[in-house]
């Protein structure tokens, strides 16, 4: 199964009480109920060690899903758990899982506009299927983080408000000291590149808290997908409740993907509004 993923599009894994069949009524239902105006198309496919085999289009976007027996392959599994700092009760909520739910995408795209696309279905897809299934968390392939059931059912409401989840499509990797005193910390996007054509970095700062980093970051990386690159460099960005930053964006050579950095200012000018 993992070989295959690596040769299709976007993935996610769905951490699955135990096997259960997935009932096209019941699916077709949720996704009514989930993102009314998608429509859903479900034929059977083909696969030699699932489960059950399904191909979904959504949205014009085909995936193929399927069912396992058994749980969620490692080393990725136990890296994603230690990741999911959003979610505090991930490897306890997933520990006893028996079974996975692997949904692909057919296609391979490397256009910012048409994977970001390809995510919005692969979502409100999920959200449904973990309607419907026994799901006790799901891991996105791209980011490598856990997220809650419940996460990802909020989802394709804040997409049709135009806000992109960037916590579930975007992984990251910490920078800098996790010192318990005082923590000096910054991060890195893992797979940002895909939606905005360049990673993201917050270097380290002194924090208030683990997820202060993450917070100003997903923020900005949201932004960015919904707006573009209206943000211009060196400009200064302020997310509402945090610190101010300031946007840089270094362009790569030989055709690499840039680094977008967001500094934080040495004055705690912090907007409370």
Not at 68 to 90: C, H, M, T, V
Not at 209 to 222: C, F, Q, S, T, W
């Amino acid at each position: 199964m993992s070989n295959v993923a690596n040769d299709l599009g976007l993935t996610c894994l769905i951490a699955l009480d135990n096997v259960e069949e997935i009932l096209p009524g019941q699916l077709r239902r949720a996704m009514s109920y989930v993102a009314p105006r998608s429509s859903l198309n479900i034929q059977t496919g083909e696969s030699q060690d699932a489960e059950q085999s399904l191909v979904l289009e959504i949205d014009r976007q085909v995936f193929g899903c399927g069912v396992y027996s058994g749980r969620i392959p490692d080393p990725e599994f136990s890296f994603a758990l230690r990741k999911s700092i959003f979610w505090n009760d991930a490897a306890e909520s997933m520990a006893t899982h028996s079974a996975f739910l692997a949904i692909s995408a057919a296609e391979v795209t490397n256009r910012h506009g048409l994977i970001r696309a390809q995510a919005v279905a692969l979502t409100r897809l999920v959200a449904s299927l973990a309607e419907v299934l026994p799901s006790s968390g799901i891991l996105w392939h791209g980011s490598q983080i856990c997220t809650s059931p419940q996460r990802i059912a909020a989802a394709p409401a804040e997409i049709a408000q135009g806000k992109w989840p960037a916590d579930i499509w975007v992984g990251y990797q910490f920078l800098g000291q996790n010192d318990a005193k005082r923590p000096f910390l910054g991060l890195q996007t893992r797979g940002a590149a895909e939606y905005l054509g360049f990673e993201m970095e917050v270097p380290p700062f002194f924090v208030d808290d683990r997820k202060e980093p993450l917070r100003i970051l997903y923020n900005a990386v949201g932004y960015l997908m919904n707006y573009g690159d209206v943000i211009k460099d060196g400009q200064l960005v302020e997310v509402e409740g945090e610190r101010r930053t300031r946007y840089q964006l270094q362009l790569g050579a030989n055709g690499e993907p840039g680094l977008a950095r967001l500094a934080v200012l040495p004055t705690d000018h912090r907007r409370l509004n």
